[in-house]
């Protein structure tokens, strides 16, 4: 119930192309969809968030897709650029006092010159 | 601009030794979450305070595992009788508000 799913493990794209990772997810009490971006030896810096009563949010290159029905959220990112290459985690938190995030298990993103 | 601080960053241990990684969470944050990371995977819940109350603890936390947030400024997370299995990064992470968090660098460490 807790369990985030992420696809694909690893994914190698272009400069100037898009990339796209998918995440899906059980538990509906879930209402809060941050997309992390990790850097080797770095810890975790937030991109972009989005909650269940919005389809999509844009800030930058970055976009958030969110299907509430299906239980699936992807980020794009658009112009992919050499300096993206890094890894990305989406999650999600429920309610409740803690809030406490539960990952995916990470896209490792290259971005080929 | 002062983020989210841990340290030590590397730790290098004996299996059977007790070690203590320290987190500054950014000035004025009020919660700080342990989450630990290991190779190849994101980040899991360990533990979350309040100020200085530890309000949730994950089934992760074994009995070896403590952490303190004492004047809800920083935060110290002790592991008892290191074993090979603790070989992790151990991340912090603070909020101010319910939902962004900022994590830290990291205490990387090494259970030999």
């Known amino acids: 119930q807790q369990q985030v799913k992420q696809s694909p493990q690893s994914l190698i794209v272009q400069k100037g192309g898009i990339s796209i990772i998918n995440c899906a997810y059980e538990?509906?009490?879930?209402?809060?969809f941050p997309w992390y971006q990790q850097f080797p030896g770095k810890g975790p810096a937030l991109l972009i968030a989005i909650r269940p009563d919005v389809s999509e949010k844009k800030e930058g290159r970055f976009t958030i897709s969110f299907n509430k029905s299906a239980k699936q959220f992807s980020l794009h990112i658009m112009d992919s650029q050499p300096g993206d290459s890094a890894t990305y985690f989406c999650?999600?938190?429920?309610?409740?006092?803690?809030?406490?995030?539960?990952f995916g298990s990470g896209t490792q993103l290259t971005v080929l010159p | 601009d002062t983020g989210v601080s841990q340290d030590p960053r590397h730790k290098i241990t004996k299996r059977g030794q007790n070690v203590t990684f320290r987190c500054d969470p950014i000035s004025e944050h009020n919660r700080l979450y342990w989450y630990r990371q290991t190779l190849g995977q994101g980040p899991e819940f360990l533990t979350y305070f309040q100020n200085e109350a530890q309000l949730e603890k994950s089934r992760l936390l074994s009995d070896r595992f403590s952490a303190e947030r004492p004047k809800g400024s920083f935060s110290t997370l002790e592991i008892q009788r290191t074993e090979q299995g603790d070989s992790a990064m151990y991340l912090c992470?603070?909020?101010?508000?319910?939902?962004?968090?900022?994590f830290g660098p990291g205490t990387r460490l090494t259970v030999l």
């Open positions: 992470a603070s909020s101010l508000q319910a939902d962004t968090q900022y």
């Open positions: 999650a999600a938190s429920t309610k409740g006092s803690a809030r406490q995030l539960t």
């Open positions: 538990n509906t009490a879930f209402d809060y």
